[in-house]
């Protein structure tokens, strides 16, 4: 390895590891400064974590480096898919087996019936 | 036995582990997105969460990351002595974190609130537990490789053992990103 590409490439491996100190620090700074609160903090800290997994990914694991045909690329996109569709797919559902089996919390003040009325806006004709 | 005339098959093959790894991650993930709620009278994540002490943690692994890739370059320059360096680094580096980690773990089953109190607890300790269980593994192979590379020094083959082991050591760190801001993160927003 040339000592010019070994410069560069460990710029790129410094470069790669502040970006990353400073995503998680910018995440952890704003869940205990409480600079938003609820679903905007929620949004914020995902999205930075997404920022640091694209960081990581570029700079620690070269995944842009790839020459054609980019079968590691292809086979991440594929995996990335299968992880959206389980963990979303999973809330999803068993979210809604909750909700038709009444067992979330805010119904305990009422009957099921009562609840299910308010909630869909089922009516009597 | 015929060698491979170069490495990317085994470097693509480790690749797809790696893919397949992240899915098994990803169940756990969901199971503890899913027992949320499932408290049964015990904590929930904002009650036994210290984000300092998960940030310390965080900080300590993500350097150890970024060592682990200075052990490459030092190998694929030939300098034997860095990169066995580096790999020290790494390694204590990880073995800090695992320490911080057990700490937490100890303490929390010592308040009685380990993974037998509640689903939440369960699932908490499953997917956390798992990530700490790939560490261990991982100081395990880093410290086979530094016998190794001591032994036949740094040859086309163990530079390249190198190299999985440290696609090994980020992806751990990655997954810890999400652990940070999904689990640690989310537990203690209100």
């Known amino acids: 390895m040339s000592k010019k590409n070994s410069e560069l490439s460990t710029i790129k491996y410094s470069v790669g590891f502040l970006l990353s100190v400073l995503l998680t620090l910018f995440s952890y700074l704003l869940i205990t400064q409480e600079t938003f609160s609820g679903w905007a903090l929620k949004l914020s800290i995902t999205g930075l974590a997404l920022l640091q997994l694209l960081?990581?990914?570029?700079?620690?694991m070269h995944i842009n480096?790839?020459?054609?045909?980019?079968?590691?690329?292809?086979?991440?996109?594929?995996?990335?898919?299968?992880?959206?569709?389980?963990?979303?797919?999973?809330i999803w559902i068993m979210y809604n087996l909750d909700y038709n089996h009444g067992h979330q919390d805010h119904i305990e003040d009422q009957s099921i019936d009562e609840y299910i009325i308010h909630d869909e806006g089922a009516h009597y004709e | 036995m015929s060698e491979l005339k170069d490495n990317s098959t085994a470097n693509f093959g480790f690749w797809i582990y790696?893919?397949?790894?992240a899915v098994l991650f990803a169940s756990f993930f969901a199971v503890y997105?899913?027992?949320?709620?499932?408290?049964?009278?015990?904590?929930?994540?904002?009650?036994?969460?210290?984000?300092?002490?998960v940030l310390i943690e965080s900080l300590i692994l993500l350097t150890s990351s970024y060592t682990c890739g200075l052990t490459i370059l030092a190998a694929k320059k030939g300098n034997k002595k860095l990169s066995l360096?580096?790999?020290a680094t790494t390694g204590l580096l990880g073995l800090s974190f695992l320490g911080m980690e057990l700490y937490e773990f100890s303490h929390l089953v010592n308040n009685g609130e380990g993974w037998?109190?509640?689903?939440?607890?369960?699932?908490?300790?499953?997917?956390?537990?798992?990530?700490?269980l790939h560490i261990i593994v991982g100081i395990l192979w880093l410290v086979v490789l530094k016998f190794l590379i001591i032994k036949r020094g740094l040859t086309e083959s163990t530079t390249n053992k190198l190299a999985l082991f440290s696609m090994y050591w980020h992806f751990l760190d990655i997954i810890w990103i999400f652990i940070f801001t999904f689990v640690y993160g989310m537990g203690v927003i209100k």
């Open chain 2, 85 to 87: 360096t580096a790999l």
């Open chain 2, 33 to 53: 997105a899913v027992m949320q709620n499932n408290t049964y009278g015990g904590p929930a994540g904002i009650d036994i969460f210290d984000l300092k002490f």
């Open chain 1, 65 to 90: 480096t790839e020459l054609k045909p980019r079968w590691k690329l292809l086979v991440f996109i594929y995996t990335v898919i299968t992880v959206v569709v389980l963990v979303l797919g999973s």
């Open chain 1, 55 to 60: 960081t990581q990914l570029v700079f620690f």
């Open chain 2, 116 to 132: 037998t109190r509640s689903g939440y607890l369960t699932s908490f300790f499953g997917l956390v537990g798992l990530h700490g």
């Open chain 2, 18 to 21: 790696l893919m397949t790894d």
